[in-house]
């Protein structure tokens, strides 16, 4: 998961970050906890988080699939080498 991009989005929503945590059910502190990756977000939590910052389908893919994306990236530039 990218939280850096994640958390880059929270920033220019400037929706305050209470706010956020409180649309989505959970404490502001909960919250940080999870941007951290102190702890993990609930797909529900993420779902309500995505709705909230209006992520484009392209951003829901750079943040919880850029793990996968690069390994994919990582993997077609092998190919192209060899």
């Known amino acids: 998961m990218n939280l850096s991009y994640l958390n880059d989005r929270i920033i220019l929503s400037r929706i305050p970050i ?3 945590a409180d649309k989505m059910g959970i404490s502001r502190q ?7 990756g102190i702890r993990e977000f609930k797909s529900s939590e993420l779902y309500k988080l995505c709705d909230i ?9 750079l943040v ?4 996968r ?14």
């Open 18 to 20: 209470t706010a956020i």
């Open 30 to 36: 909960s919250l940080y906890l999870k941007m951290k």
């Open 53 to 61: 910052l209006r992520l484009t389908d392209e951003e829901k893919t």
């Open 64 to 67: 919880f699939f850029a793990d």
């Open 69 to 82: 994306v690069d390994e994919t990236a990582t993997h077609n530039t092998h190919e192209i080498k060899a």
